[in-house]
């Protein structure tokens, strides 16, 4: 295993916290190959998140961690301030939960906590990384964890033809319906203990912190990537 610690970058810090972002980063992908690499409006994908959180001066490390000798090789060149984790062989399966393979970074980084996220979220905004690590920093240890969701406002049915979360008798219009919440992936905040003790990036309170539908576009066939590049253009 290879570990690449580089120099700092030059933004302000909190010294008495540490937090580290974890980009984890497959070479494969079977629907969109090549994807984390892929040029994305002109860079290689995984660029527009790496700059994403390089912009949020709370962040003190940004941790790659990877197989793709592809992504090692460009991140050294473009990202010299990166830490560089290659990803142990026993970890490299795509059926492997994401949970261990962050618990195998974790255990390298030194850090009071850890903010996930994913190169195939390209439009996530630099301001809505600083947001949430404000609010998470600002009401920790009442909220042991934050993640962020898509809000939905929308008439949803489970596989059995039953309403989930309006009255199909009382035809509300969309906006008036109750909201709910989906998990979008983009963001997770915790600490050591959390992810060691549950398995799991989300604690036992976790605040949830509502981010724009369009920052959530996540990439995951090829439509997704033309619909984010578009979008990422055009914002």
Not at 78 to 92: G, I, K, M, N, S
Not at 181 to 192: A, K, Q, R, T, V
Not at 194 to 207: A, L, M, Q, T
Request: aromatic residues 8%; negative net charge; hydrophobic residues 40%.
């Amino acid at each position: 295993m290879t570990k690449t610690h580089r120099q700092p970058s030059t933004v302000n810090r909190q010294p008495y916290m540490k937090l580290a972002a974890l980009i984890p980063m497959r070479h494969n992908s079977e629907r969109v190959p090549g994807k984390n690499y892929r040029d994305f409006a002109g860079k290689p994908l995984y660029h527009r998140v790496v700059e994403a959180m390089a912009a949020c001066d709370a962040i003190t490390e940004i941790v790659i961690d990877t197989d793709s000798p592809v992504i090692l090789e460009d991140a050294a060149k473009h990202f010299p301030q990166v830490t560089l984790l290659e990803r142990p062989e026993h970890l490299r399966a795509g059926e492997i939960p994401m949970n261990d393979v962050l618990l195998n970074s974790i255990r390298q980084i030194d850090a009071d906590f850890f903010l996930q996220t994913h190169s195939t979220n390209p439009l996530l905004s630099a301001e809505s990384v600083q947001r949430a690590v404000d609010t998470f920093l600002e009401n920790f240890p009442v909220y042991d964890s934050l993640f962020s969701v898509t809000r939905l406002q929308t008439r949803l049915w489970d596989s059995l033809s039953r309403a989930v979360n309006h009255n199909p008798n009382i035809l509300l219009r969309t906006q008036d319906l109750p909201p709910i919440y989906e998990e979008n992936s983009c963001l997770y905040l915790f600490s050591e203990e959390i992810i060691k003790r549950k398995h799991n990036r989300i604690g036992d309170r976790p605040f949830m912190l509502e981010i724009p539908a369009e920052e959530a576009q996540d990439i995951d066939v090829e439509l997704d990537f033309r619909i984010a590049e578009f979008l990422f253009e055009n914002r």
